[in-house]
């Protein structure tokens, strides 16, 4: 399984576009990242999975450089709401999701 | 949107005793899985189950604990002889097939407290 390194925690205010960036080394050519988002006291909320390139969904974008040695998860205009925990993670074949620790995003007003 | 469903929201537990904690996936989903996060650390994998059976499961998931689809909606988590440490949030998720290429969809959990 690839290691992820995210920030432990990052803050921004309100109406910011905010990156969270996880370097991800050893990722397999068969590898996927997928980056979830976890308020408190609920499961994790799927946000967005790439393979290459960019990838844009109504909540997020996803940037992964040529080498796919790390991916940039992007948000735009934040709000309060968006305070959370996000997770990178990196696999493929294996239903074993093995999270680390996430980057702690604060929203401030 | 279809979402996975889980009970108790809050379960309150003596310790030695054993605990059910229900799930009920999104429907047209084939794999399920159980997670669980002990307060203020990081979501620990327990277990996958597929086709009626166990695909893959953690270290964690030892003897104490099984899981179950005893009929074609639910899908169970069974801890005999709780300890203190099973004190935990735990999560069921459900995809639609195998692999990261599917997301996984988590449902709200079960806050388990052992007494």
């Known amino acids: 399984l690839a290691k992820t390194t995210q920030p432990i925690s990052m803050d921004s205010y309100e109406g910011q576009e905010v990156n969270i960036t996880c370097s991800h080394n050893?990722?397999?050519?068969?590898?996927?990242i997928t980056w979830y988002q976890q308020f408190p006291s609920q499961g994790p909320r799927f946000i967005i999975q790439?393979?290459?390139t960019k990838v844009t969904n109504e909540v997020a974008s996803l940037f992964i450089p040529a080498d796919r040695k790390s991916s940039t998860l992007s948000l735009p205009r934040v709000s309060l709401s968006d305070t959370a925990v996000y997770y990178c993670?990196?696999?493929?074949?294996?239903?074993?999701?093995?999270f680390g620790a996430g980057t702690r995003l604060t929203v401030k007003p | 949107e279809p979402e996975v469903t889980q009970t108790p929201s809050h379960q309150v537990t003596q310790m030695g005793q054993e605990v059910i904690l229900r799930c009920v996936p999104i429907?047209?989903?084939?794999?399920f899985y159980w997670y669980r996060q002990i307060l203020g650390q990081k979501v620990e994998f327990l277990v996958s189950?597929?086709?009626?059976?166990?695909?893959?499961k953690s270290e964690i998931f030892d003897d104490q604990f099984s899981v179950e689809r005893p009929d074609g909606s639910n899908f169970t988590l069974k801890i005999r002889s709780t300890k203190l440490e099973d004190s935990a949030m735990y999560f069921c998720?459900?995809?639609?097939?195998?692999?990261?290429?599917?997301?996984?969809?988590f449902g709200d959990g079960t806050r388990l407290s052992i007494l």
């Open positions: 050893n990722i397999a050519t068969n590898d996927y």
């Open positions: 790439g393979y290459k």
């Open positions: 998720a459900s995809s639609p097939g195998s692999g990261r290429r599917q997301p996984q969809h």
């Open positions: 429907s047209n989903h084939l794999y």
């Open positions: 189950f597929y086709n009626n059976e166990i695909s893959e």
């Open positions: 993670l990196v696999g493929d074949i294996t239903n074993d999701m093995r």
